[in-house]
């Protein structure tokens, strides 16, 4: 493993490449995602890349969710969404994984979120949370650039809601129980959202 | 499968532009695309992006897989607004939609095709080092273009190793593709995990790559290869791009 830099908040190449690496395997699972169905407004019935970056969040903290901006910023014009609005659907999509990020380390759930029931519910919190804020933040976008109308957005904010929530709430914590163990002996976990201290020590 | 790679380094004037200049050419036209709300308007911003397009000799074969997204989340956005909207007279004398609902969604169906189609224009006119280049006058942090600039160097390997993972499973009888909705949804978890745990096992070679080079070191100044410099044609797009955001900002044709 490459040696890790003690600045803290300093991205070291550690920090680089996992942003980069989050990134692109957003973008993957965008495009790849674009062919489920679509809602009017424009809205990912399932929103595939959110099963990963909600565990992103978890491991690598605010480096994982960096991959959420990157990556929608890639995959925009693949979804029909171009720079320019994808800009701000980057900018978006951080929300919710900065929620259950800072959720899971302000509330010690273990990363590993199946292993016992309040894990779970707290982990699951958190996403239908962060998954609403970002739902309605996300529309006003839409509305804000005339790509919707006022009384599509009521409907519209849900599916993007229920897009998000059945990715993450239901599929995330496989990927979290299944590869968890693997970054814990990688010693890619940060212990903190914003720092860059790594280490095999995780919390909860 | 997918490309990012649409770059072809051709000899035409805007292939010439230094990559500062093809960014803001390109964001403007996004801009101010968002900007107006005139059907007229859009439809000159969108007969320019065309005649880019022509001027840059970009085969429609490249675009294709941008248009086709566009049409599609158009299609949406149009059907978003003509169900939604009650404002205006119905369009078929006492029922359907609104003449207010129609503007809107052409409208809006427009602007989705004009950003997407200079999406293209940019990533056909400007090679990843350009865009780097371009990024870093446009004053981005260095680390941020890097980071950039990596992940799009990492998509096709990533979607190949995707792409094999399916293959493979599809090899020993899985159907990815059948089923409903649900049932592909759920089985999508099956490629997932395998790309997550074979991409991050790159961390370790690509950051010691990185560190072999002294990169991001504290009070070093980056050099680079290439030298940057901004023709007269250049500032004249640059200075252009700015008057016509500025101009489109006040008037809001």
Not at chain 1, 56 to 68: K, S
């Amino acid at each position: 493993m490459a040696e890790e830099r003690p600045q803290r908040g300093r991205a070291g190449a550690i920090q680089i490449v996992i942003v980069a690496l989050s990134s692109a395997i957003y973008a993957v699972l965008g495009i790849a995602g674009a062919t489920f169905t679509v809602a009017p407004g424009g809205i990912v019935i399932f929103y595939l890349p959110a099963i990963f970056i909600y565990p992103a969040a978890i491991w690598f903290g605010a480096w994982g969710v960096l991959g959420a901006f990157f990556g929608t910023l890639l995959f925009s014009p693949f979804f029909g969404y171009g720079f320019a609005l994808g800009l701000s659907f980057a900018v978006v999509d951080m929300i919710s994984p900065t929620t259950v990020g800072l959720a899971q380390r302000a509330l010690r759930v273990n990363p590993a979120v199946v292993t016992t029931r309040r894990d779970f519910i707290l982990f699951a919190v958190a996403v239908i949370v962060g998954a609403a804020i970002e739902a309605v933040i996300g529309n006003g976008v839409l509305l804000v650039f005339g790509l919707t109308s006022v009384g599509g957005l009521p409907f519209s904010t849900f599916v993007w809601w229920t897009g998000e929530v059945t990715a993450g709430v239901i599929l995330s914590p496989i990927l979290l129980r299944v590869l968890t163990p693997q970054f814990k002996r990688m010693g890619l976990f940060h212990q903190s959202f914003f720092g860059t201290q790594r280490g095999a020590r995780i919390i909860g | 499968m997918f490309t990012y790679a649409i770059y072809q380094p051709l000899k035409t004037p805007l292939h010439g532009l230094n990559p500062a200049a093809k960014l803001a050419l390109t964001l403007t036209v996004m801009i101010v695309m968002l900007v107006t709300s005139r059907l007229l308007v859009g439809l000159g911003i969108l007969a320019a992006v065309v005649a880019l397009l022509t001027a840059a000799r970009a085969p429609l074969g490249r675009i294709f897989p941008f248009v086709r997204a566009a049409l599609a989340l158009s299609v949406i956005f149009a059907i978003s607004w003509l169900v939604f909207t009650h404002d205006g007279r119905p369009v078929f004398g006492s029922w359907g939609p609104t003449d207010h609902a129609v503007t809107a969604a052409a409208v809006a169906g427009l602007r989705v095709l004009v950003m997407v189609l200079a999406s293209a224009l940019l990533l056909f006119i400007t090679s990843e080092t350009e865009l780097l280049q371009g990024l870093r006058r446009l004053r981005v942090p260095y680390v941020a273009c890097f980071t950039l600039m990596l992940s799009l160097r990492l998509l096709p390997s990533l979607t190949e190793d995707l792409a094999v993972i399916r293959q493979a499973q599809m090899c020993r009888g899985f159907e990815l593709q059948r089923g409903s909705f649900i049932e592909r949804a759920r089985r999508s978890i099956t490629g997932i995990v395998p790309l997550v745990a074979i991409a991050f096992r790159r961390v370790d070679t690509l950051a010691r790559a990185l560190e072999s080079r002294a990169f991001n070191l504290r009070g070093m100044h980056r050099t680079t290869y290439r030298e940057d410099v901004l023709r007269v044609i250049d500032r004249v797009v640059l200075a252009g791009s700015v008057l016509i955001i500025a101009a489109f900002v006040i008037v809001r044709p």
